[in-house]
């Protein structure tokens, strides 16, 4: 009997709990609904910032760098019957007459320019011929025009009868296309089609070029600068380390347009630095310091100096000590102690820091374009030229995406050689 009760007892004891009921069910879906909801409206905030900061811009870039709208905008009939011409010799007079309407038409809208700076991208001298014409169509009757706006045009000037400028207006009258790229790319493509390469200047392929080596020199400069320095702040007493640290943090106190500007005083002709080597007679005449490469990469590396001391401070922050003394203790010199034991681990900061001055470098534009001069500029300044002097918003924007795959393409290959899960900021 008393093993009877045991047994029932036990079996009493580790029976299942009973199942929730439906209500109970209900509630608990209810409450994780609620809770879902509330980390929803919490990072709502973020997400509108990160989606109106930075996917909109980009998303907006990328379709700017194909759709140019501007031109079968202005003059839609015109390029809807060049949509149909072969591209040899003339368009027929239909043709000619549909344009002379329509820069009449753009003349008292006032919007000749528009299609004057958008035609002149593609057939330089353009701009003017298409503003002239446009005035002297507008003082042209109505009536007059009837069934003899092409003869209006031609004697209006006589480029009007080049099929070379018919050609371009075609071209540029095309909604969708990848003449921005090209022109990015220092490309063009000939009457038949074929790409080759532009006859006139190519400036952007070495822009690039240039901004990826100006770019390279400063990051190593900083490495160079901000290694020993952040080795030093992680071994120092606490009271000098917190000293060095503000010294490090100052510049992110004071703004950059300062900071650039007190270059411009320290590089110019007359600045401090031509002053006292002329004082000391290191040299007889004033160096050309500033508006140069090298004023672009001094200023540019004294500014992005910071980014490269903290991940590598804080790295080096936490690493063991005793990992370097086990190595002097078993015999091994002080330098190979660092390079085999200490260097290693510095790795995940140098590489943090390494690819945020790169990156930030690349697209860097304010001191570039204070201190730099024709031959300090970088890709950046030319895009900013684009945006704002120059209207070429979609080879502005060309430039830009061209730019962002180059950084992606980079950080790819630095992520298939090294890893990108090795950086570390602290």
Not at 6 to 33: F, I, N, Q, Y
Not at 288 to 295: D, K, M, N
Request: hydrophobic share 50%.
């Amino acid at each position: 009997m008393k093993a009877t009760a045991s047994h029932t007892g036990a079996s009493h004891h580790d029976a299942p709990l009973t199942a929730l009921s439906a209500d109970e069910v209900r509630a608990e879906k209810h409450e994780m609904r609620r809770r879902r909801r509330i980390a929803v409206l919490l990072v709502a905030p973020l997400l509108a910032f990160i989606f109106f900061a930075f996917v909109a811009p980009i998303a907006t870039m990328l379709f700017r760098s194909v759709y140019n709208p501007d031109v079968v905008e202005l003059i839609p009939k015109t390029v809807a019957k060049l949509s149909t011409w072969s591209g040899e010799g003339m368009p027929d007079d239909a043709t000619l007459t549909t344009m002379a309407n329509e820069l009449k038409s753009l003349a008292a809208e006032r919007k000749a320019g528009m299609l004057a700076a958008a035609v002149n991208r593609a057939e330089p001298g353009s701009a003017s011929l298409i503003n002239a014409t446009a005035r002297k169509m507008r003082a042209i009757k109505d009536e007059d025009m009837e069934g003899s706006g092409a003869l209006k045009l031609r004697e209006a000037d006589k480029r009007w009868a080049q099929p070379e400028l018919w050609r371009s207006i075609k071209s540029v009258g095309r909604p969708y296309t990848d003449t921005y790229y090209l022109t990015a790319l220092d490309l063009e493509r000939n009457r038949a089609g074929d790409v080759h390469w532009r006859e006139s200047a190519r400036i952007y392929l070495q822009l690039y070029g240039k901004t990826l080596g100006i770019a390279l020199t400063i990051t190593v400069l900083c490495l160079l600068l901000g290694y020993p320095l952040a080795y030093y702040l992680a071994h120092a007493p606490r009271r000098t380390a917190g000293l060095l640290m503000v010294l490090v943090l100052l510049p992110f106190w004071t703004s950059l347009l300062v900071r650039t500007t007190a270059w411009i005083a320290l590089l110019q002709t007359n600045g401090v630095i031509n002053a006292t080597l002329m004082a000391t007679g290191i040299i007889g005449q004033p160096l050309e310091l500033l508006y140069t490469r090298f004023a672009t990469i001094i200023a540019m590396t004294h500014i992005l100096l910071p980014f490269m001391i903290l991940p590598l401070y804080s790295v080096m922050k936490g690493i063991d000590h005793s990992y370097v003394r086990a190595a002097l203790s078993l015999g091994s010199r002080p330098w190979s102690a660092f390079v085999r034991v200490f260097f290693p681990l510095t790795l995940p900061g140098l590489s943090a820091g390494a690819l945020l001055v790169f990156i930030i470098s690349v697209g860097y534009y304010i001191t570039p374009a204070l201190v730099g001069g024709t031959d300090g500029q970088m890709i950046s300044n030319i895009i900013a030229f684009h945006m704002q002097s120059s209207g070429n918003w979609g080879l502005a924007a060309a430039l830009g995406t061209l730019l962002l795959a180059l950084i992606l393409t980079l950080y790819w290959v630095y992520d298939r050689l090294v890893g990108a899960g090795s950086i570390k900021l602290g």
